[in-house]
């Protein structure tokens, strides 16, 4: 767990892959409890610390998690996230290069719990819901490429789904198509960037988390030079 911004309202940290955001049936440590230990260590805090769950990354996904601290800053993210006053970006490495260079993908997705999969639609089906993205290409390698996705909805798998879909499975991910998993579990899907308008304070907000350690990683990103 890094800590990438904090204040007295709320606090971002960086998740590795691997890590639950909130307690499940597995009983590992969530990386929600994790945070709390930080803050009571940091600020000696007397009893249990308070922490609000905003928004959760799946286990093989990496990257940029807001918690709230108060529960003031708790309401207000819950209600900005629920009417896409956030903004997400995710960098993923795919294994197939998209048709386009930058498009905007509407499908609907159907969620089986019993698999924890989801399934992409061209038309509304039974039991759907419409899932909207929009991805641009970054930068490319021999067997890669690099796309860059804002969600404009938050649907169960939503970008892993889509991108397969069309095609372009994420490097890693099994449950959707990869042909291989990456040696640490994980899948190369990041959450790279947030951007918010501060819920009490009202600063703006932009946090983006470092990139993960593999080598594809950095030979694929792009110089901003």
């Known amino acids: 767990m890094t800590p ?14 691997g890590e639950i955001v909130q307690g499940d049936k597995t009983g590992d440590t969530p990386l ?19 922490l ?5 990354l799946d286990r093989p996904v990496a990257g940029i998690v807001v918690f709230a601290k108060t529960s003031k800053a708790l309401k207000r993210l819950n209600d900005m996230f629920r009417k896409g006053e956030v903004s997400k970006t ?4 795919v294994q197939k290069a998209p048709e386009k260079k930058e498009e905007t993908l509407i499908n ?13 639609h061209e038309n509304e089906v039974p039991n759907s819901k419409k899932a909207i993205l929009h991805y641009k290409v970054l930068g490319s390698s021999d067997h890669y490429t690099l796309l860059e996705i804002n969600l404009q909805t938050g649907r169960h798998h939503q ?48 946090v983006e988390a470092p990139l993960p ?13």
């Open 4 to 17: 990438l911004y904090e204040d007295n309202h709320i606090i971002i940290v960086h998740k590795e892959c």
């Open 32 to 50: 929600s409890e994790s945070v709390k230990h930080w803050l009571k260590e940091k600020y000696a805090k007397p009893g249990n610390v308070f």
């Open 52 to 56: 609000g769950v905003v928004h959760r």
């Open 90 to 93: 995710y960098w993923a490495i």
């Open 108 to 120: 609907w997705l159907v969620r089986n719990e019993k698999q924890n999969k989801s399934y992409a």
């Open 159 to 206: 970008i892993r789904c889509q991108l397969a879909h069309m095609g372009c499975t994420i490097k890693g991910d099994l449950k959707y198509g990869a042909r291989r998993s990456n040696p640490d579990g994980g899948i190369s899907l990041l959450a790279r960037r947030i951007e918010f308008v501060h819920p009490v304070s009202h600063d703006k907000i932009m």
């Open 213 to 225: 350690n593999e080598k594809l990683w950095q030979e694929i990103t792009p110089n901003d030079d």
